[in-house]
């Protein structure tokens, strides 16, 4: 048996060593899914199975990489460059690219990024003369997408009356219009969008049989990750591809299928083995990743759904610390209590920053932690946010690019035909689109004939429109002579793009010219590893395809000394020491607009297992008894999925909170009392008479009910302390730390304090509203 093989388990080894037929494997978290594909593959070419016959589809690029990077270590550089492994969307765009002709495309079709594809329809709801507050564009968009990924085509639309019904009920009744628009401006301009990616190598493979029959025989082995994942578009694709030889190994979890959101359909994994004869099911169960409290922890979570593959993981770990609990008061104390927590493990366990990840259920959650972070000058790094490629300057260099190698590209040519300024203006432009349209031309073949277009604009402009014509193709006769650096290098400068940038000496300014530099830096690097791929030449037009398909998933967490701040989308498939869950409260996770079927709720709750399922080591959730959301203070209560797990397996640092009644209606609407008019026998005084001695029983019940932070003043174990706050006596705020007090000023409910706290500088607080607790 080879050596690689004795690295496996016998639940792994099992499926590595089975040639050939349908199987499916059900790999829980943390079992080594990654291992055993790689394996696989590598056995497969062990076994003289010819590695341009072995089709590989992940979920990220990253995925992608890292298990090519194994298997050539396994079977050799040489041999691994020649299989077809990647994305699904990046493996069909290099056969739609292919076979192009065959659709009506060219081999060099832009592909459109989310922002571009919501421009055009924003453009095309206004040419339309539409309200663009009925017909949101994102929501078109999201709506469009859907159709696609539902293989609903604009022709499938207008024969289904239910869906032109609905949005006729949403008040959009030319929603098909709008969708058939699209479509032709996207011919047009030679672009597909993301989805098309998928529809169009669905259309290709059904409408072409000979296409269909190249590619079963091209792929005998197909292998996918991350099955669970899978659409419905991307189903059929690997159905028909898989039909004719039937060597298809899938891998994934039920149990960590998150998408639905996306499209994907937990179904395609559920009934695998309804879609193929005599399918061979292997398990893996066995956790390398998480401690036992971990592991038993998260099974006792996904235990609750009904929908789900009999499995039971386990581990072999140590026991490990129990999950933390704890209930906060705000998102502020949350914020500072995990900070506080990352602050001493790292003290204890002498950790670098790389160690932790906070994980929330959405992108708003973020700011509080990144306050609370920055105040303990902890480094952190927030996966997610804007991706370098959406930047506003890397897009105006792209969109130059773009337009060498598809000079059709409708939404990169309205991008930079005025960027830097050159005196082409919005009405001028718009003269453009209506032509183009009038004469189903792309807007450059207008600029082009110019003298054959009665157009109506100045001389002025028509010289200025011919010398964007003219620059743009004398990039076109370089490209044909370079590499991609070089291009991108000349672009930058030529375009006047730098020397615009440079004008603005402000910070924001140097930091976008910076930010051009990396580009070029990245570009050069592309053009460096293309040299080691097969057939790749490492020109323009693959580095554009590799940019058009890059994902926040891919972005790179290793190494990096710094917190990760990220979605609990974003986590999958990552895993971290020390694992923080914030927000753990009922209406934001599971979320509140996930909670109308049993469905929706058992996807939050495989997205709960998921989060718990990252920690390694130690886990920690956290939620608060009341937080602004929408900019209403609200109170809230500690999610169901915290009462899910078994008892056991938790430790809780503030008692578990006691039932609170809550009011049925809006208190707001009796209005406040108006004492003026309420007629009292006597005054009434809010403090007790100076006669008045509590006994030792009154006094131990107000401390009980004594908040340990007061509004007022502060307090230790008496009713006031003001008399206690002077000038010297230390204190600690919440907030700011252990202090001095400087100096007492003001009297009643003016008093306030200056004090000088040891990490937080000097303050000036107002006494009743200070969180202030005497220390001597």
Same mark, same amino acid.
């Given at each position: 048996?080879?050596?690689?093989?004795?690295?496996?388990?016998?639940?792994?080894?099992?499926?590595?060593?089975?040639?050939?037929?349908?199987?499916?494997?059900?790999?829980?978290?943390?079992?080594?899914?990654?291992?055993?594909?790689?394996?696989?593959?590598?056995?497969?070419?062990?076994?003289?199975?010819?590695?341009?016959?072995?089709?590989?589809?992940?979920?990220?690029?990253?995925?992608?990489?890292?298990?090519?990077?194994?298997?050539?270590?396994?079977?050799?550089?040489?041999?691994?460059?020649?299989?077809?492994?990647?994305?699904?969307?990046?493996?069909?765009?290099?056969?739609?690219?292919?076979?192009?002709?065959?659709?009506?495309?060219?081999?060099?079709?832009?592909?459109?990024?989310?922002?571009?594809?919501?421009?055009?329809?924003?453009?095309?709801?206004?040419?339309?003369?539409?309200?663009?507050?009925?017909?949101?564009?994102?929501?078109?968009?999201?709506?469009?997408?859907?159709?696609?990924?539902?293989?609903?085509?604009?022709?499938?639309?207008?024969?289904?009356?239910?869906?032109?019904?609905?949005?006729?009920?949403?008040?959009?009744?030319?929603?098909?219009?709008?969708?058939?628009?699209?479509?032709?401006?996207?011919?047009?301009?030679?672009?597909?969008?993301?989805?098309?990616?998928?529809?169009?190598?669905?259309?290709?493979?059904?409408?072409?049989?000979?296409?269909?029959?190249?590619?079963?025989?091209?792929?005998?082995?197909?292998?996918?990750?991350?099955?669970?994942?899978?659409?419905?578009?991307?189903?059929?694709?690997?159905?028909?591809?898989?039909?004719?030889?039937?060597?298809?190994?899938?891998?994934?979890?039920?149990?960590?299928?998150?998408?639905?959101?996306?499209?994907?359909?937990?179904?395609?994994?559920?009934?695998?083995?309804?879609?193929?004869?005599?399918?061979?099911?292997?398990?893996?169960?066995?956790?390398?990743?998480?401690?036992?409290?971990?592991?038993?922890?998260?099974?006792?979570?996904?235990?609750?759904?009904?929908?789900?593959?009999?499995?039971?993981?386990?581990?072999?770990?140590?026991?490990?610390?129990?999950?933390?609990?704890?209930?906060?008061?705000?998102?502020?104390?949350?914020?500072?209590?995990?900070?506080?927590?990352?602050?001493?493990?790292?003290?204890?366990?002498?950790?670098?920053?790389?160690?932790?990840?906070?994980?929330?259920?959405?992108?708003?959650?973020?700011?509080?932690?990144?306050?609370?972070?920055?105040?303990?000058?902890?480094?952190?790094?927030?996966?997610?946010?804007?991706?370098?490629?959406?930047?506003?300057?890397?897009?105006?260099?792209?969109?130059?690019?773009?337009?060498?190698?598809?000079?059709?590209?409708?939404?990169?040519?309205?991008?930079?035909?005025?960027?830097?300024?050159?005196?082409?203006?919005?009405?001028?432009?718009?003269?453009?689109?209506?032509?183009?349209?009038?004469?189903?031309?792309?807007?450059?073949?207008?600029?082009?004939?110019?003298?054959?277009?009665?157009?109506?604009?100045?001389?002025?402009?028509?010289?200025?429109?011919?010398?964007?014509?003219?620059?743009?193709?004398?990039?076109?006769?370089?490209?044909?002579?370079?590499?991609?650096?070089?291009?991108?290098?000349?672009?930058?400068?030529?375009?006047?793009?730098?020397?615009?940038?440079?004008?603005?000496?402000?910070?924001?300014?140097?930091?976008?010219?910076?930010?051009?530099?990396?580009?070029?830096?990245?570009?050069?690097? !592309?053009?460096? @590893?293309?040299?080691?791929?097969?057939? %790749?030449?490492?020109?323009?037009?693959?580095? &554009?395809?590799? #940019? +058009? =398909?890059?994902?926040?998933?891919?972005?790179?967490?290793?190494?990096?000394?710094?917190?990760?701040?990220?979605?609990?989308?974003?986590?999958?498939?990552?895993?971290?020491?020390?694992?923080?869950?914030?927000?753990?409260?009922?209406?934001? !996770?599971?979320? @509140?607009?996930?909670?109308?079927?049993? %469905?929706?709720?058992?996807?939050?709750?495989? &997205?709960?297992? #998921? +989060? =718990?399922?990252?920690?390694?080591?130690?886990?920690?959730?956290?939620?608060?008894?009341?937080?602004?959301?929408?900019?209403?203070?609200?109170?809230?209560?500690?999610?169901?999925?915290?009462?899910?797990?078994?008892?056991?397996?938790?430790?809780?640092?503030?008692?578990?909170?006691?039932?609170?009644?809550?009011?049925?209606?809006?208190?707001?609407?009796?209005?406040? #009392?108006?004492?003026?008019?309420?007629?009292?026998?006597?005054?009434?005084?809010?403090?007790?008479?100076?006669?008045?001695?509590?006994?030792?029983?009154?006094?131990?019940?107000?401390?009980?009910?004594?908040?340990?932070?007061?509004?007022?003043?502060?307090?230790?174990?008496?009713?006031?302390?003001?008399?206690?706050?002077?000038?010297?006596?230390?204190?600690?705020?919440?907030?700011?730390?252990?202090?001095?007090?400087?100096?007492?000023?003001?009297?009643?409910?003016?008093?306030?304090?200056?004090?000088?706290?040891?990490?937080?500088?000097?303050?000036?607080?107002?006494?009743?509203?200070?969180?202030?607790?005497?220390?001597?």
């Amino acid at each position: 048996m080879e050596d690689y093989i004795q690295e496996l388990n016998d639940a792994q080894r099992a499926p590595v060593l089975q040639k050939d037929g349908p199987m499916i494997v059900i790999a829980g978290a943390g079992s080594g899914k990654t291992r055993v594909l790689t394996y696989r593959i590598a056995h497969l070419m062990h076994q003289g199975v010819d590695p341009f016959n072995i089709l590989a589809l992940t979920f990220t690029n990253k995925a992608a990489r890292e298990m090519k990077k194994r298997i050539a270590a396994i079977a050799g550089a040489s041999e691994t460059k020649n299989l077809w492994m990647g994305t699904f969307h990046s493996v069909f765009a290099k056969i739609l690219r292919i076979e192009a002709d065959r659709l009506g495309y060219p081999s060099n079709f832009t592909i459109y990024d989310t922002q571009d594809s919501q421009r055009l329809i924003s453009s095309i709801i206004k040419e339309m003369g539409l309200d663009k507050d009925v017909y949101k564009y994102k929501q078109v968009y999201s709506r469009i997408s859907s159709y696609k990924n539902s293989l609903i085509t604009v022709k499938a639309y207008f024969q289904n009356g239910e869906l032109m019904e609905a949005d006729a009920m949403a008040k959009r009744p030319r929603m098909g219009d709008i969708y058939q628009n699209y479509v032709d401006r996207c011919f047009k301009a030679g672009a597909m969008d993301f989805d098309d990616l998928l529809l169009k190598t669905n259309e290709l493979l059904n409408r072409f049989p000979e296409v269909l029959a190249k590619y079963q025989n091209r792929f005998r082995y197909i292998l996918v990750d991350e099955y669970q994942d899978t659409n419905h578009s991307q189903y059929l694709i690997v159905r028909a591809l898989s039909d004719k030889f039937q060597n298809i190994c899938v891998v994934g979890d039920d149990a960590q299928s998150i998408y639905a959101f996306r499209g994907a359909n937990i179904n395609n994994i559920l009934n695998f083995q309804k879609d193929y004869d005599n399918v061979q099911q292997y398990r893996l169960e066995q956790n390398y990743r998480s401690t036992k409290n971990i592991v038993k922890a998260a099974n006792s979570i996904i235990d609750k759904n009904k929908t789900k593959l009999d499995k039971v993981v386990w581990t072999a770990n140590d026991d490990g610390p129990k999950i933390i609990v704890n209930r906060l008061l705000t998102d502020g104390d949350e914020g500072r209590f995990v900070a506080s927590s990352i602050f001493d493990n790292q003290m204890q366990h002498q950790l670098t920053s790389g160690n932790f990840a906070i994980l929330y259920r959405t992108n708003a959650q973020s700011r509080a932690m990144e306050d609370a972070l920055r105040k303990r000058d902890i480094k952190y790094r927030i996966f997610g946010g804007l991706s370098f490629y959406q930047r506003k300057e890397i897009k105006d260099v792209l969109a130059y690019l773009r337009l060498i190698i598809n000079p059709k590209d409708e939404e990169a040519l309205k991008r930079v035909i005025n960027y830097p300024a050159r005196g082409i203006g919005a009405t001028t432009i718009d003269k453009l689109v209506v032509a183009a349209n009038h004469y189903n031309r792309s807007i450059f073949e207008v600029m082009e004939n110019l003298d054959k277009i009665d157009l109506k604009i100045n001389s002025g402009t028509k010289n200025r429109l011919e010398n964007f014509v003219t620059m743009i193709k004398s990039f076109q006769v370089t490209n044909q002579s370079v590499d991609a650096f070089t291009l991108a290098e000349t672009v930058a400068k030529q375009t006047g793009l730098l020397q615009e940038l440079k004008k603005d000496g402000t910070p924001e300014g140097i930091a976008r010219i910076e930010n051009i530099e990396e580009l070029l830096n990245g570009i050069r690097d !592309f053009v460096e @590893g293309q040299k080691e791929i097969v057939d %790749a030449t490492g020109n323009l037009a693959e580095f &554009l395809e590799d #940019v +058009a =398909l890059a994902t926040d998933m891919d972005q790179d967490t290793g190494d990096d000394d710094r917190v990760a701040l990220m979605t609990i989308h974003l986590a999958k498939g990552l895993e971290f020491p020390f694992v923080y869950i914030v927000g753990m409260e009922e209406d934001l !996770f599971p979320s @509140g607009m996930s909670m109308n079927t049993r %469905a929706e709720l058992e996807e939050e709750r495989r &997205l709960f297992y #998921v +989060a =718990l399922t990252r920690a390694e080591k130690q886990a920690y959730l956290t939620y608060t008894q009341s937080r602004y959301r929408w900019g209403k203070l609200i109170d809230a209560e500690p999610s169901r999925f915290i009462e899910e797990i078994n008892p056991e397996y938790i430790d809780y640092l503030t008692p578990v909170e006691e039932y609170r009644y809550k009011p049925l209606m809006d208190t707001d609407i009796f209005g406040e #009392v108006d004492k003026s008019k309420l007629r009292l026998k006597k005054p009434v005084s809010s403090s007790p008479p100076s006669s008045f001695k509590p006994s030792e029983e009154q006094l131990r019940k107000l401390r009980k009910i004594r908040p340990e932070h007061s509004s007022s003043s502060p307090t230790r174990g008496a009713i006031t302390l003001d008399e206690n706050l002077k000038e010297g006596a230390t204190v600690e705020h919440v907030r700011f730390g252990r202090g001095k007090i400087i100096k007492v000023e003001g009297v009643g409910q003016d008093k306030k304090a200056e004090i000088n706290f040891d990490t937080g500088g000097i303050k000036k607080l107002l006494l009743r509203f200070a969180k202030l607790k005497l220390i001597e």
